[in-house]
Antibody, heavy 122, light 110 residues
Framework: QVQLQESGPGLVRPSQTLSLTCTVFGGSISSDYHFWTWIRQPAGKGLEWIGRMYTSGSTNYSPSLKSRVTISADTSKNQFSLNLNSVTAADTAVYYC??????????????WGQGTLVTVSS | QSALTQPASVSGSPGQSITISCTGTSSDVGGYNYVSWYQQHPGKAPKLMIYEVTNRPSGVSDRFSASKSGDTASLTISGLQTEDEADYYCSSYTRGGTIVFGSGTKVIVL
């Protein structure tokens, strides 16, 4: 059973870069048909898809965040990461890493991390 | 891309059926059969309930069913139970190759 675990600072200063890592257990991030995905949820609000990275290294990002986001992977550690720069208070949210499928799996997101709260504040 | 439109809340009594709508455009819901539904209990990660419009993952109760017509997808919960009280989100693949979520619906079991 695939499990994902987010890690990283819980507090980030405004204008700095938010950096989170997701470690994948029970499966390889090099496996075919899967996207490695970041999603966030501000307190009391809905889910927002941030972006994803495919096995090949190709990426897709939300148009609203594209200019500030980078998703990358370290296959030797079976981890993938999120960098979001120039953060403001509006970036305060619970951040989830997740495994998504490609067209062969209906683009479903079937495994989620538990989420990690990141607060942007001085 | 704008969030897909869902009603803020839907309520029903135990045993009843309720339906949650999810409205998008021809660039997302209407253009692809890649609509998923997720259930989220407070403080928990979302759980996949439906994928590819109508398919249930293994382990999901058959009380959950879904469909799509044009730009609107729907999730129906039959035989409503107290444990079904949660937030529900739809999502869709988009023409831009991204994923967009719905605004979310709170299901209240009266």
């Amino acid at each position: 059973q695939v499990q994902l675990q987010e890690s990283g600072p819980g507090l980030v200063r405004p204008s700095q870069t938010l950096s989170l890592t997701c470690t994948v257990f029970g499966g390889s991030i090099s496996s075919d048909y899967h996207f490695w995905t970041w999603i966030r949820q501000p307190a009391g609000k809905g889910l927002e898809w941030i972006g994803r990275m495919y096995t090949s290294g190709s990426t897709n990002y939300s148009p609203s965040l594209k200019s500030r986001v980078t998703i990358s992977a370290d296959t030797s550690k079976n981890q993938f990461s999120l960098n979001l720069n120039s953060v403001t208070a509006a970036d305060t949210a619970v951040y989830y890493c997740a495994r998504g499928g490609d067209f062969a799996e209906g683009y479903r997101i079937d495994h989620w991390g538990q989420g990690t709260l990141v607060t942007v504040s001085s | 891309q704008s969030a897909l439109t869902q009603p803020a809340s839907v309520s029903g009594s135990p045993g009843q059926s309720i339906t949650i709508s999810c409205t998008g455009t021809s660039s997302d819901v209407g253009g692809y059969n890649y609509v998923s539904w997720y259930q989220q209990h407070p403080g928990k990660a979302p759980k996949l309930m439906i994928y590819e419009v109508t398919n249930r993952p293994s382990g999901v109760s058959d009380r959950f069913s879904a469909s799509k017509s044009g730009d609107t997808a729907s999730l129906t919960i039959s035989g409503l139970q107290t444990e079904d009280e949660a937030d529900y989100y739809c999502s869709s693949y988009t023409r831009g190759g991204t994923i967009v979520f719905g605004s979310g619906t709170k299901v209240i079991v009266l």
